[in-house]
């Protein structure tokens, strides 16, 4: 596989450590996949972990984190993701796919769904490879997609604001129009928080004029992961 990442949570590490940062995400190998959070409770842990990862729920990451279900049934999805996570991983190569917990960050920069400068409107590149995530989408249809929208530092912080909300509004309309149910889709825009790359560089505000997607259960794939860990 090209360059598909996979993290889980460590919850032992926590409750030695009582570390609850980034470093709680580690790297792990195959038979480390899914969520080791055992009887605990994944919705706590996620929040805790999410308040001290960026805006926590308000990134991609913070909201896979805060997402968590935990145990057998965090595994089962795990699982899952995993493939999904695969797919998109060969559909898109100018993507970053991240399998974290229980749910996938895809982040669409440069490589894949860039923004012009104080543009929001998807550029013909940008909607080709949109096009190449939509089968995926189709074929996973119990995840939720969580858009959010980012800017360079160019501009005043209202501004960017603004036209990061529009990045990620571009980018859940498109996809829209393409048959994904809206009601999967949830957007937000983050302005110039959390950067990439170096914005004193034209290369590095390119870098940062992005979007990020979390991918994360619905309730039918949790219901249908529970029935699974019962039988």
Excluded: H, W
Excluded at 3 to 22: E, N, Q, V
Excluded at 124 to 151: C, H, S, W
Excluded at 184 to 194: H, W
Excluded at 196 to 207: E, L, M, V
């Amino acid at each position: 596989m090209r360059s598909l990442k996979i993290y889980a949570l460590a919850l032992t590490f926590l409750a030695l450590t009582g570390i609850t940062s980034c470093e709680a995400v580690k790297n792990t190998n195959n038979t480390q996949r899914g969520v080791g959070i055992g009887a605990a409770s994944g919705a706590v842990i996620g929040g805790v972990l999410g308040n001290n990862i960026g805006k926590g729920g308000n990134t991609a990451l913070g909201a896979i984190i805060g997402g968590v279900v935990g145990g057998t049934v965090g595994g089962v999805i795990g699982n899952r993701m995993d493939k999904q996570a695969q797919k998109i991983d060969q559909a898109l190569p100018g993507a970053e796919v991240e399998r974290v917990g229980e749910g996938i960050k895809i982040t669409l920069g440069e490589n894949s769904v860039n923004f012009d400068l104080n543009k929001a409107t998807l550029t013909t590149k940008a909607k080709g490879n949109l096009d190449k995530l939509v089968p995926v989408f189709n074929e996973y249809p119990d995840t939720n997609i969580q858009i959010f929208g980012y800017t360079d530092s160019s501009g005043s912080d209202e501004y960017n604001l603004n036209l990061s909300e529009q990045r990620a509004a571009s980018v859940k309309s498109y996809l829209g129009s393409k048959g994904i149910s809206s009601a999967r889709i949830v957007t937000k825009g983050l302005g110039e928080a959390d950067p990439i790359a170096d914005n004193a560089t034209p290369d590095g505000r390119a870098k940062n004029r992005r979007v990020e997607f979390a991918i994360t259960a619905n309730e039918k794939m949790i219901q249908d992961a529970q029935k699974e860990v019962k039988q």
